[in-house]
């Protein structure tokens, strides 16, 4: 019923920019908790942004003033806005739906920051 599917994902140079998204069914977007998460190579997965049901939004420390995190309603899609990456950002980037307990996710999408 729910499915989170991520794309956008790819190689970018230090510096630069990128934007993933998510496609949601089984799901309204406008009534839910979304995130985003990554996980990079022998690293737990991290909290990266996140919207309320009300639209309001949170960051991680680490990526606060360079990211942002987005929805359409209409297109019922989540959107991750990522400027001035660093390579430390290198990680699959990972879609979230949280209900009743239970966690809902994406299959992720790559995104590698190189030079």
């Known amino acids: 019923q729910v499915q989170l599917v991520e794309s956008g994902g790819g190689l970018v140079q230090p510096g630069g920019s990128l934007r993933v998204s998510c496609a949601a069914s089984?799901?309204?977007?406008?009534?839910?908790?979304m995130g985003w998460y990554r996980q990079a190579p022998g690293k737990q997965r991290e909290l990266v942004a996140s919207i309320t049901r009300n639209g309001y939004t949170n960051y991680a420390d680490s990526v606060l003033g360079r990211f942002a995190i987005s929805r359409d309603g209409a297109k019922n899609m989540v959107y991750l806005q990522m400027n001035s990456l660093k390579p430390e950002d290198t990680a699959v980037y990972y879609c979230?739906?949280?209900?009743?307990?239970?966690?809902?996710w994406g299959q992720g999408t790559q995104v590698t920051v190189s030079s």
């Open positions: 089984g799901i309204d977007i406008r009534f839910s908790a």
């Open positions: 979230n739906y949280n209900r009743n307990g239970a966690d809902y």
